[in-house]
């Protein structure tokens, strides 16, 4: 994987396996404190506590399609790499999982495609993502609980509803990031 928005992808299917029907992701620019902080939580089953150390090993998976686990691990490495900490905090209500870089870090990867990786979830009507994306105090949030409200009984998924969708958020997005 070339950027963080193919493993935040990843980190969402996994959530999405746990049968999360809330998954929030936040992105935290702090370029004052030369930091990157990336949070993806969901109210899915959680992982067992007897797992959680496994769960970032390569050769560990909950699929019966394959007898390797590479995103947590990756993912993992990737934060490391990066002068970074990584912690998973899990319960049977869910699971966080948080990193902490250092945001001049020759080895930080890129943010890449966040808003595809957003709207790739989006298209999965049975979840409600909440995205929030910062900048220093700069902030914007894509709440589909919110969004849904607002569309009644018009799906998010209508395609003129999503390409309206994708122009506002991107619109949003590139105005907390040319504030850096």
């Not at 980190?11 to 049968?19: D, E, F, P, V, Y």
Request: net charge negative; aromatic share 8%.
């Amino acid at each position: 994987m070339t950027d963080f928005s193919l493993y935040i992808l990843d980190l969402a299917q996994n959530c999405i396996r746990a049968k999360a029907t809330q998954i929030d992701i936040t992105i935290h620019e702090m370029i004052n404190n030369n930091k990157l902080f990336i949070e993806i939580a969901d109210n899915g089953c959680g992982i067992p506590k007897d797992k959680v150390s496994s769960v970032t090993s390569p050769f560990y998976t909950t699929r019966t399609t394959r007898k390797v686990g590479l995103g947590l691990s990756l993912f993992k490495e990737m934060v490391t790499s990066a002068n970074g900490e990584f912690k998973i905090i899990t319960n049977q209500y869910g699971t966080t999982i948080r990193a902490l870089m250092q945001y001049d870090h020759v080895d930080l990867m890129d943010i890449g495609n966040i808003e595809e990786t957003i709207f790739c979830l989006v298209l999965n009507e049975e979840i409600n993502i909440c995205f929030e994306y910062l900048v220093d105090d700069s902030r914007f949030v894509f709440d589909t609980v919110e969004i849904k409200k607002v569309l009644n009984d018009i799906k998010i998924t209508e395609p003129t509803i999503m390409d309206w969708l994708k122009k506002q958020f991107l619109k949003e997005l590139n105005i907390v990031r040319r504030k850096k």
